[in-house]
């Protein structure tokens, strides 16, 4: 990378208070030695794009954006990646002198790259999943768990019509539940994962027994506030295995890292500490 400069990347939100992003990387900027910057820029909804525009221009290599910039960030790229392009939504950007404004999606892999460190023996392919609720993650988790060659997926979430939203856009295996069979729909499933707010730090409470979850079922939570959630922990004691969801964070962030820096970042329990430490 031929900068004179040190290389700055950025995570760009509206509010941006929350994200642990700039631990994240500022962990690993750190640990490897490169003299660079991450950057959290709170940018209005109204001057995203132009702010995206200028970006680029002033010494930014690239950076994440988070909500509510996700879709725009994607309608104005200039080049963007079939895992973009599946869920019409970026969280990656990477800047590049001729080819412009690239945007990419890496929740899915964060997701999945996740569930293979915590779980070694999990594969797709070994039976049907359950994915709980029908928001921004659960987008992303169905098209990564298709894309990955789960032979079915079950769907399902308090308003229907937004998990059948899901299912029209990413077709394939996915079959839509009614929130009322819930319960029915983790029977014989291979993966359950919760997407929803139950039982995350000022949602609702977890309104289910999990009581069909089988044994050697491998159970997970997109939320890590708390780390190990009410519904990990009623997983665990059907006698599921469990993954917590702070993994998909930081895997999430490893593909940019290595475009923007120049460097494969590890992702280990130092990590894992420096991110947890900071939402303390």
Do not use: C
């Not at 993650?137 to 998990?163: C, Y």
């Amino acid at each position: 990378m031929s900068h004179s400069v040190a290389p700055m990347a950025f995570v760009a939100g509206w509010p941006i208070g929350h994200t642990k992003s700039p631990v994240l990387h500022g962990h690993w900027l750190k640990r490897y030695g490169i003299a660079g910057h991450y950057l959290p820029l709170p940018i209005a909804p109204e001057d995203f794009e132009g702010a995206l525009r200028m970006l680029g221009k002033v010494g930014f290599v690239g950076g994440n954006v988070t909500i509510p910039h996700k879709m725009t960030a994607f309608a104005v790229a200039d080049e963007v990646t079939d895992g973009a392009k599946r869920l019409r939504a970026a969280n990656t950007i990477i800047f590049d002198a001729d080819r412009g404004i690239i945007a990419d999606n890496t929740d899915g892999f964060g997701f999945i790259e996740n569930l293979r460190a915590g779980s070694p023996s999990w594969a797709a392919k070994s039976g049907p999943a359950t994915v709980l609720g029908a928001g921004g993650a659960s987008r992303a988790i169905v098209a990564a768990l298709l894309d990955a060659g789960v032979p079915e997926l079950r769907l399902t979430n308090r308003t229907r019509e937004k998990a059948q939203a899901i299912a029209d856009e990413l077709g394939g295996a996915v079959s839509v539940v009614d929130w009322a069979e819930a319960e029915a729909s983790i029977d014989g499933a291979a993966l359950v994962v919760n997407t929803t707010s139950m039982g995350m730090e000022g949602g609702p409470p977890l309104s289910l027994t999990l009581d069909a979850m089988g044994e050697g079922a491998l159970a997970t939570d997109a939320v890590y506030a708390p780390l190990d959630t009410p519904f990990l922990k009623l997983a665990r004691a059907k006698g599921a295995q469990t993954v917590d969801g702070l993994g998909m964070l930081l895997h999430q962030a490893r593909p940019g890292f290595a475009a923007w820096f120049g460097r494969e970042p590890e992702v280990d329990n130092d990590l894992r500490q420096a991110v947890l430490g900071a939402s303390e």
